[in-house]
């Protein structure tokens, strides 16, 4: 393989004896498993020739590394999409190109329905297994995990709507799992759900853009799996079909987002959904077996969080996670 090789940046995963990389975005579905050693290669691949990188391995270690080795990496890389080659980035310019027209739904039939009246039926079961009192939304916090895992907790969020006067607008605001070319990023596509099209309101989008000191719509294929946004979608596009939406992803927090949001929702009036989860803790995620000081650690924060957020003190909710140890799912979307 001639030339200076180009990569994209991986999902790394440590497993065992070695790293899984997968394309960020998901759109090349093969993982390219490595060991420390070959993740060490690729790491000096960057703006190199294969023959420039034996000769780096060669200066820094002594070791002289068959050519045949590192073109069978680069194939590998290329076949994960990880390798920036012609192929590659034509591929990635379909899939974006696709992106720019509609946003398919990605979880029907995994984590809800992919039909109309068994969706009506599926969001009439989450709603009664809320039975409390629950009340209008001025905003609202709304899972964005699996919902079949905290039914009661779409429950409570669907009795709120219920009694919330149908917005025009709904301004949906997901943490974003994917990289993103910018803190936050917007799609201004219609987004599929069994209802029907999440329509965009471009009107709004193009207000917020305008304020921003950067491109709004810059990372397409970040929300082509991103169950941050698709799942609460799925919830309100069912409880008010006539809206149009604004669906936000923000990878990390800027000042600027916020006063930004601020100034669009005065101007364009609309229910703010932000769509979070809470603690992630036990193995998976890097803890000792889950115990139940762990687990009760997790549950203090996930309470505390909430607790302040619903007092209206963002910066208090903030602090109280501190450095966030129990890696609460939320915190990009909460502006002091």
Known sequence: MAGQLRLRTPEITPIEGGFLLRDPYGVYEKP????????FLLSLMEGRTLEEVREEVFRTHGVIVPLKELEELAKALEEAGL???EKVEARLREEEEKLKRERPMRLAGLSYPEREEEAQAFLEAFRASFSGEAPPARALLLPH??????PEVYG?????????????RIYVVGVA???LKERVAALPVPFHTPFGPAEPDLGALQALDALLPFELFNTPLAF?????LELPLFFLKGVFPQARFLPLLVGQRTAAFGEALKVVLAEH????????????VGPRFGDKPLSRPLAEEA???????LGRLAQGEPEAALAHLGANPTRVDATEVVEP
């Open 83 to 85: 390798l920036l080659t």
């Open 269 to 280: 009036p609309g229910l703010l959904v932000l769509a979070v989860d809470l603690s992630h």
């Open 177 to 179: 799992h994917r990289p």
């Open 145 to 150: 995990l699996e919902p079949s895992r905290v």
């Open 299 to 305: 549950r203090r924060r996930d309470l505390g969080f």
């Open 224 to 228: 082509r799996e991103e169950h941050s």
């Open 32 to 39: 390219l498993a490595l060991t420390e050693g070959g993740l």
């Open 156 to 168: 409570a969020a669907l009795a709120s709507l219920e009694k919330t006067a149908p917005p025009e």
